[in-house]
Structure formats: C-alpha cells, structure tokens
C-alpha cells in the first residue's frame, strides 16, 4: 500500500472540527454562504427547472433539498441537481492551485447527506473542508490533460471524502472509497465550454452524485485497485501524478483558505481582462462607436477564449470578445450581462467582433500564481487606453471583503428568497458550528412561491 494514502486517510479520519484553524473555518462558512445563493439562483435557469421536473416529482421522498426550489429528494439526485445548478451561472467559487472549482463538487453532497442524516453544522463544515482539500490536493498533483474539463474529474474524490467523513469511515473504508471514487470521474472535454456545450454544466453535479454512490458502492462490499488515484490520474487523464504533493503540509496549509470568489459571471479566464478593462473605464467612460479595436494579451489558457461569435450564453461567458464588449456597452458584467438575448445583441456582437485576444508566453509562464493580461483600447480619435492586471479581483492575493461578498450574496439569494429568508440563510451559514442539526439550514432553502 502507499505510504501517501496512509498519510491522507491517518489524517482525515483524526481530523476534528476543533483542530480547523479559526481562519480556515471562517473560509469554509464563507464559501457555504457563496455557493448557496450561486445554487439556488442558477436552479431558476430554465434548463435546470426542465430537469428538476423531469428527476423529481412533487411526490418524491423528502429527505435531500432541491435548493431554490419546493422539492425534496433522495440524497443522489439533490447531490445531482444542486451540482448542476450551481455551475449554470459560472459565479461557482474555485481554486487556482488547483486549477478548478472544488466547492460546488464538495457542497451539494455534503449537504444531502448532513440533511439525511440530521448532521450537525460543525461535522458538515469538517467534511467540507477536508473533502475540498483532498480533492484539491489531486488537482495540484496532477496536470489533467489540455483536452479535459476540470469539473466532473477529481472533485469525484473530493465529494467522496466528504461523504466518507460524514459516514464516520475508520482509515481502511476511507482509502476504499477513495480507490472506488478515483474511477468514478467523467471523462469531460474542454470544448463543450468553449463550444456552448451545456452538458459542461451537469459535470459538477455528477460527481456529487459519484461521490454518494462510491458511498453505496462501498458500504456493499465493491472495491477500487489498491491506489486508484495513482493509476487515474496519473496515467489516465494524467501522465504526472505527484504523491509528495498530496501530503505536503497537509494538516498546516488548507486550500480552501487558498481559493477565490468571482464577481464577473463569466469563466475566470476572463476575469484578468474585465478587471484591466475596469481600471480603464473608471477613467473614462467608453462607447462602442468610437472603439476602432480592443487588443487582449493573456496567459494560454485565457487566450483560448477568443471566439468573437458566441451562439449561446454559456459560450458567451467562455469568450473574452463577448465578455469585454458587453461590458463596454452594458457597464456591467452580472448575470444578465451574458443572458442569451444579449448574446444576440447587435451591438454586443458588433463590438465583439473589433476585440482580438492573443498569448503573450511572457504571461503564460507566471502562471499559476498569476493570471494576467494587458488590454488595450484604440479610439478613432486616435488616442489609446491601457490597464494591466497580474490577478484576478478575488483571487488569494487580492481578495474580495466580506462586505462584497455579502453584496454577492444578496444579489443573488433575492433573485429566489424574500429578503428576511435570504437574511435568515445568510447568518445560518456564518454560524454553522453553531447547528446542531443542518436541517436548521436547509428547511430555509426551499424556495417560497
């Protein structure tokens, strides 16, 4: 057996909420709040109401929350659907050392299993934090192939861990269903989120559901290889899997106090251009008619998204073209920034059209602690604006306040609850220890008609 899984299992089986850093724990209440206004507003998104009809009849049995909605359901399926919405408005909190979005794979099926099992908050916001390092660790350990998705990968093994914490698994079930869970991951493609390609949205909350099933899978005596994460994510979707990096500092540095929030409604990639273009229009003010083109130097990754004819919203938030020329013409970069009767806008698109994104492999390579780009805006009056950023707003180094994530909250949670349910959500998830049963949590989640 391998001296890492022993190191990782040893830990997440002793750790206890107790031993969480007070900063690490106010991170984690801080993600839960995020990423529950992120939910329940993308369950609002017509493709995931279509779906919760399909999957969940108002007669189903009521153990698991359907957030932002009337409707209770089997752990699995809440796990599923409450992944899949919190995805829909790219607004999901994430990890830039892991290179994807840890939290939205751990919560939804945290969460469905604390409610049916009537959990405490203080054992809900444990598992979280170690499920969301463990999955994070596998995602700095390894390098998922340019070709993959992020989502729908190793946050299987997160969601895993979280639910095998929450089960009360000693070290030997624990490596199981890490074993079991390692060759539950989606094999995802990176074009659906370049192409439009909604499935991309459903990966998150397949991997919830991965996670809880690896559960029942265990619990009925299947089993995984003897280091399934060595084998898949090594030589599978990976060909570098580093076992040192998945217990250095373990139990001393925690990725969830490492991650970032998003403000701009768009993939990250996006995020260090709107911030640079920001900067520029704080100091003057722009309109599409006097914009003769807009040049982006980005970081590799970044400089993929320069399709200037997105056909569908979720395509529109994974193009940089898009993104910069509906903010110039919609002085905003929120939800209905990137709704699809924009994507269509004449205007939007014909600005699109004059923004030309490229590499620069003197970004590329500051990556991945930075994530920068330069823009530049020439003016038919021949004068030219420029901004640079080396972060994203939200990012570890340059973090939001708790007062803007609040206001984040806010925008969000009162698109779906009254404004003293959103309060009441709010102040529950900043004193989750405090829950002797997170059912105090979730019996406010289901939306009011």
Not at 25 to 52: F, W, Y
Not at 405 to 414: G, I, M, Q, T, V
Request: glycine share 8%.
């Amino acid at each position: 057996m391998s001296d890492y899984l022993e190191q990782l299992t040893t830990f997440i089986c002793r750790c206890k909420f107790e031993d969480l850093p007070n900063a690490v724990v106010e991170r984690a209440r801080e993600v839960v709040a995020d990423s529950l206004a992120v939910i329940a507003a993308g369950a609002q998104e017509e493709e995931v109401k279509n779906m919760t009809a399909r999957m969940v009849p108002r007669e189903g049995r009521e153990v698991a929350t359907i957030i932002g909605t009337t409707r209770c359901t089997e752990p699995a399926k809440a796990a599923l659907i409450n992944g899949t919405a919190g995805t829909f408005l790219e607004l999901d909190e994430g990890n830039q050392f892991g290179r994807g979005h840890p939290g939205i794979h751990v919560i939804p099926a945290a969460l469905a299993v604390s409610e049916e099992n009537s959990l405490s908050g203080r054992n809900f916001l444990t598992a979280l934090v170690l499920g969301y390092e463990i999955g994070t660790r596998v995602g700095i350990a390894c390098k998922l192939r340019m070709s993959m998705h992020p989502h729908g990968t190793w946050g299987t093994v997160g969601a895993a861990v979280a639910v095998g914490k929450l089960m009360g698994y000693d070290k030997a079930r624990m490596r199981e269903i890490i074993n079991v869970s390692s060759s539950l991951g989606l094999a995802t493609s990176r074009k659906t989120m370049l192409e439009g390609g909604t499935v991309r949205n459903v990966y998150a909350g397949v991997s919830n559901y991965m996670g809880i099933l690896a559960h029942d899978l265990v619990q009925s005596g299947f089993t995984g290889e003897a280091d399934g994460l060595r084998t898949v994510f090594g030589s599978v979707v990976s060909d570098i899997f580093s076992t040192e990096t998945m217990v250095e500092d373990l139990g001393t540095r925690y990725e969830i106090a490492r991650n970032y929030f998003k403000r701009h409604a768009c993939c990250r990639y996006n995020h260090g251009t709107l911030d640079a273009l920001g900067e520029i229009v704080a100091k003057r003010a722009l309109k599409p008619e006097e914009i003769i083109r807009v040049d982006v130097e980005t970081y590799s990754l970044a400089a993929q998204l320069c399709d200037q004819k997105p056909q569908n919203m979720l395509a529109g938030k994974f193009s940089i073209p898009f993104a910069v020329a509906t903010a110039i013409v919609h002085g905003s970069t929120g939800v209905e920034s990137f709704r699809p009767k924009v994507v269509h806008d004449a205007t939007v698109k014909d600005l699109a059209h004059r923004v030309f994104v490229t590499e620069d492999p003197k970004l590329t390579a500051m990556m991945p602690k930075f994530r920068p780009s330069r823009v530049k805006v020439k003016l038919r009056d021949g004068s030219a604006l420029e901004a640079e950023a080396l972060t994203n707003k939200g990012d570890t180094e340059d973090p939001y306040s708790g007062e803007e994530l609040r206001a984040k909250y806010f925008d969000l949670a009162e698109l779906v609850w009254k404004c003293e349910v959103a309060e009441a959500i709010h102040a529950d998830a900043m004193k989750l220890e405090t829950l002797a049963d997170i059912r105090v949590l979730t019996g406010k989640l289901r939306k009011l008609d």
